[in-house]
C-alpha cells in the first residue's frame, strides 16, 4: 500500500478531511465531513512512511479492535474504519474542548479542583475497565473534558482487552507507555492489570497538586526502572499546607506492588470525592522518602520484582495459540499446504487462535528501509498478504491476527516469537532443496529441533509417477 498524499479537501471511502488538527508522535488527526453526517467527526490515520516505528502500525491495529466495542460517554464513539489493504483510518466522534494538557501552564491546581478532577477521570477508567479494557497510557494529553463535565478517555493504541490477542506484547519486548506515568509492573512486561491505571493516575495527580513529577522527567530505561525500589518525596514535603487526606490518596496510587493500592477505580473516586471519610494511614503523615537502607534493600531483592508479576498476573482462558509461519516469497503449493493444515488444527479446536506470522528479513550489515520500490510501506503490504492468505478459513478477530516480524535469523525470530507468546503448535512449510538449504540449514529444521511446543512441518502433495509401485496410504481425516 502505498502511502497516501493526505491534505484538505482529499476523500477517503465518502469523508472529506478538512483540516489537520493534530500530528503525534504516531499518527495524524483531521477533521471531516460526510455528506448526511451532521455530528463533528475526526479521523485518525497511522503513519507509514519511511523509518516509521513499527509500533505505530501495531498499536493502530489494536485501537481499531478495541474502539468499536467501547460503549460510553467516557470514549469517544466509533463511526467507521478502513483496511489496511486499501488506506488504514479510524472515524470517530470530535470531542469538543481541549485535551488536559492546557491545565499543565497552570500548575499546581487547587487540592478540591485536583480531588474533583482525579474523581471523574476515575470514574471514566471504572467504566473502561467493566468493558475489558485497560488504557495503560493515561495522561494529560489523552484525557478530555466533555461540557458537561465527564472525562473521556482518547487514544487506545497502547491498550489491553482482555478478550482480545495484545498485540503490543507480542510483537515487542521493550514497554510502551508514557515514561512519567508508567506503572512498575508495565517496566516489567505486565499489561494485565488494571490497577496500572491507577498508579498512571496517581502521578497525574501527584503532578497537578504539587507542579512537580513523582518520578522526575527521565525517560531512560534506567530511570524508569528507579521507581521499582525508589518512592517519591512525599506531597507535604513539597507543599506544607498539602491535606494529609490528598497526600494518603496519591501515595497509595504510586504503591510500587499492585495490591497495595486501591482494589479498584470506584473506591479511588469515592475517597477522592469524601475527603473527610478516607482512612489515614502512616502515608498521610510522611515528609521524607524512604531511608536508604531500605532503598539498598529494595534495590537487590529479587523477590520484588517477582512479587510484583505474580501479583498482577490473570489467568487467560485456556486456548490453544496456532502459529502459521508463512513465507511470503515461498511456493504457493507450501502456503496452501500450510493453511490446509492450519485451517484442519483451527477446526478441530474452536476457542483456538491462529497467529500468521512472516518474517521481514533484514541485513547483517546493509541499511534497512521501510518502503520498497514502489513507495509501498513493507510491514503493511506483508500484512495484506498475510490477511489474504488467512480469508478462505473465515475466521475473524480475536481468532485471527497477523505478525510482521523484522530479524536478521528468520528461524530464531520465530522460536522467539513462540515462546514468549505460549503458542501451542507451530505450523511451517518446508522449502525444497538447493544449495543455501543443505549448507546452511533449512528455517522449518531449526524450528522443528529447537521449539518448545508441537510442530508440523508440511509439504505440497505430489502426483506419484506412474512408473513407480506406491503403497496405498490411507486418506487423511
Not at 476515575?122 to 497510557?137: E, P
Not at 489515614?280 to 532503598?295: C, E, G, I, N, W
Request: aromatic share 6%; charged share 20%; glycine share 6%.
Amino acid at each position: 500500500m502505498a502511502a497516501l498524499a493526505l491534505a484538505p479537501g482529499v476523500t477517503i471511502d465518502g469523508f472529506t478531511l478538512e483540516a489537520r488538527l493534530h500530528q503525534g508522535g504516531m499518527a495524524s488527526l483531521w477533521s471531516v465531513t460526510k455528506p448526511g453526517e451532521t455530528r463533528p467527526m475526526l479521523m485518525k490515520v497511522p503513519y507509514a512512511g519511511e523509518g516509521q516505528d513499527p509500533a505505530a502500525i501495531v498499536s493502530f491495529e489494536m485501537e481499531q479492535m478495541i474502539l468499536p466495542r467501547l460503549s460510553s460517554p467516557h470514549v469517544p464513539q466509533f463511526i467507521a474504519s478502513g483496511d489496511f489493504s486499501r488506506q488504514p483510518y479510524l472515524v470517530m466522534e470530535r470531542i469538543e474542548g481541549t485535551t488536559l494538557l492546557e491545565k499543565i501552564e497552570n500548575l499546581p491546581l487547587g487540592y478540591s479542583d485536583v480531588a474533583a478532577l482525579g474523581s471523574r477521570i476515575a470514574a471514566a477508567l471504572q467504566d473502561l475497565h467493566r468493558q475489558n479494557v485497560i488504557h495503560l497510557d493515561v495522561k494529560p494529553s489523552n484525557i478530555m473534558l466533555r461540557p458537561g463535565g465527564e472525562a473521556v478517555l482518547i487514544d487506545f493504541g497502547l491498550s489491553h482487552h482482555r478478550q482480545l490477542p495484545d498485540l503490543m506484547q507480542e510483537e515487542f519486548r521493550l514497554p510502551y507507555g508514557t515514561a512519567p506515568y508508567m506503572a512498575p509492573e508495565q517496566l516489567l512486561g505486565v499489561r494485565k492489570d488494571a490497577r496500572s491505571d491507577q498508579f498512571a493516575l496517581g502521578a497525574l495527580l501527584y503532578f497537578f497538586s504539587t507542579g512537580e513529577r513523582p518520578f522526575g522527567e527521565g525517560e531512560t530505561m534506567w530511570a524508569m526502572r528507579r521507581r521499582l525500589w525508589r518512592d517519591p518525596y512525599p506531597p507535604r514535603s513539597l507543599r506544607a499546607d498539602y491535606p494529609p487526606w490528598l497526600q494518603e490518596i496519591v501515595l497509595r496510587c504510586l504503591e510500587r506492588e499492585p495490591e497495595w493500592r486501591y482494589p479498584e477505580m470506584s473506591h479511588l473516586a469515592f475517597d477522592l470525592t469524601h475527603p473527610d471519610q478516607v482512612k489515614l494511614t502512616a502515608r498521610s503523615q510522611k515528609l521524607k522518602r524512604d531511608p536508604f537502607s531500605v532503598v539498598l534493600r529494595r534495590r537487590f531483592n529479587p523477590e520484588l520484582k517477582r512479587s510484583i508479576v505474580r501479583d498482577t498476573a490473570v489467568t487467560l482462558p485456556n486456548a490453544p495459540i496456532i502459529m502459521a509461519a508463512i513465507d511470503s516469497g515461498g511456493a504457493s503449493e507450501i502456503n496452501e499446504a500450510v493453511r490446509v493444515h492450519a485451517g484442519r488444527l483451527m477446526a478441530a479446536s474452536p476457542d483456538a487462535r491462529l497467529a500468521c506470522v512472516n518474517i521481514l528479513k533484514q541485513n547483517l550489515i546493509a541499511l534497512d528501509t521501510s518502503l520498497d520500490e514502489a513507495g509501498n510501506n513493507k510491514r503493511i503490504e506483508r500484512m495484506v498478504r498475510l490477511q489474504s492468505w488467512a480469508a478462505p478459513l473465515e475466521l475473524g478477530a480475536p481468532r485471527l491476527t497477523v505478525h510482521v516480524l523484522a530479524a536478521i535469523d528468520p528461524a530464531s525470530a520465530l522460536l522467539e516469537f513462540a515462546r514468549i507468546n505460549h503458542v501451542d503448535h507451530i505450523v511451517i512449510g518446508a522449502r525444497q532443496s538447493s544449495f543455501m538449504r543443505n549448507l546452511l540449514g533449512s528455517v522449518s529444521a531449526k524450528v522443528a529441533a529447537e521449539s518448545a511446543c508441537s510442530v508440523t512441518v508440511v509439504r505440497p502433495k505430489k502426483a506419484p509417477l506412474l512408473t513407480r509401485a506406491l503403497t496405498p496410504v490411507p486418506p487423511e481425516s
